[in-house]
């Protein structure tokens, strides 16, 4: 059975829902994931802010015209009277129950709550219309299967214990709609997988049920070579390894989720990037196979602070990196990059909730420099020594440009550099046109 996963712009108007259906139905079973409607969760969080901010009139003033969009929408998607009543009926208790919220206390676990109805919404409107098409499909309930353990890691076991209960109590349907992004953690309470994180329940259910193939359909005709937001002539790569999505992805490449891969990757399950726009496009493959002598991609990864410790007194010495990255660990704060010379060491960070807190215990071991709003350019592909120039290559194209880091030997698929964010562009277009444009 294959899982597909289509994303906020691919149900983004009832026009798409459509097309989505008419993608998804050709004969064969499978699981369809959908995320919420485009702009969905960023409302649902705009409401906590107002709820957060005690402000029950800013958030009706949300729900309110986020039921006025909604109820335009179901206008447009069912043909059917009746099916046009169910619909608005349920849109009518959902945002009564946003309503609700205004009421009474406001915590993370009304946040929690709230943040996963774009979800529920989204997936119970096309599970109507595919009723009132008269398709074999019926809605799974995500909060039903998918859960996090103790340490907020998905719990595989449980879920694909659970989700094989919803399945066989739902025997012979073609399409099995559920929705992405929601769960719930080891204590039973609503919860989700992060911003963007609909592919991570994708992977996770193809993991679970061993799936033949993971799709991801997006708005893009695959991973580009280089992020399209910020460069031009970007073009879509044909195929991935794991280890390279997973550097892309983690590193700023936005059309994938950066957990997404390792499920796929440890089930040995190929992942498809799809457009939902141009649904013939052949899209990136991502599997175990590598393309040989080939840099494939670059990305981008923003809000990365730089700290250098310099002790010509204790870096020779034994220990010193083992005390330096205990601090770093001891505030759970991972790190990206590492650079070692003889008198010092220099470390990037995503996280700064502890900044403070670490430069205060590195002090003890020496000099403290922290060089805020960096970025991490990584330039992906087979970077296997063997392959000699290759980083030669991706550092000539950054010539002119400040760097601050580089990384690499860490893995065969990697090279980054720690540059300023206000460089960012340049060094995008820059490696475009050297490595991939031949200009
Ligand atoms: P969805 O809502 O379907 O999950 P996302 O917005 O999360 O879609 O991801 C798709 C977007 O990712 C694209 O529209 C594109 O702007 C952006 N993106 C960033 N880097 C890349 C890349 N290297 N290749 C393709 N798309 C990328
Ligand atoms: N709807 C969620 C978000 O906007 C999850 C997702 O789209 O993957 O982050
Ligand atoms: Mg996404």
Redesign the pocket.
Known sequence: MKVL??????V?TPQRMKDVVKLISDGEQKIVVL?AM?GTTNSLLEICDYLYKKNPEGAYEVINSMEKKYKKHIAELYTTDEYKTITLEFIKQEFDYLRSFAKGIFTMFEEKIIVGQGEIISTNMVANYMAEQGYNSCLIPALEFMRTDKNGEPDLEYISKKLKVQLEENPDKEIYITQGFICRNAYGEVDNLQR?G??YTASLIGAAIGASEIQ??????????????FVDK?S??GHLHFEEAAE?AYF??????PTCVQPAKFAGIPVK?LN?MAPEAPG?VISNETEKNKIK???AKDNITAIRITSSRMLLAYGFLRKVFDIFESYKTSIDMVCTAEVGVSVSIDNTNHLSAIVDELKKFGHVEVDKDMCIICVVGDLDPDNVGFEAQATNALAGIPVRMISYGGSNHNISFLIHESDKKKALQSLSDHLFNNK
Request: charged share 15%; no cysteine; hydrophobic share 35%.
């Open positions: 996963k289509f994303g906020g712009t691919s983004g995320s485009s963007g609909s592919d991801i359909w997006t708005d893009i005709d695959g991973m580009h070579n280089n992020d399209p937001r970007t879509p790569i892309l700023g490449a936005k059309i994938l989720h990037l939902t990136t991609a670059v990305a």
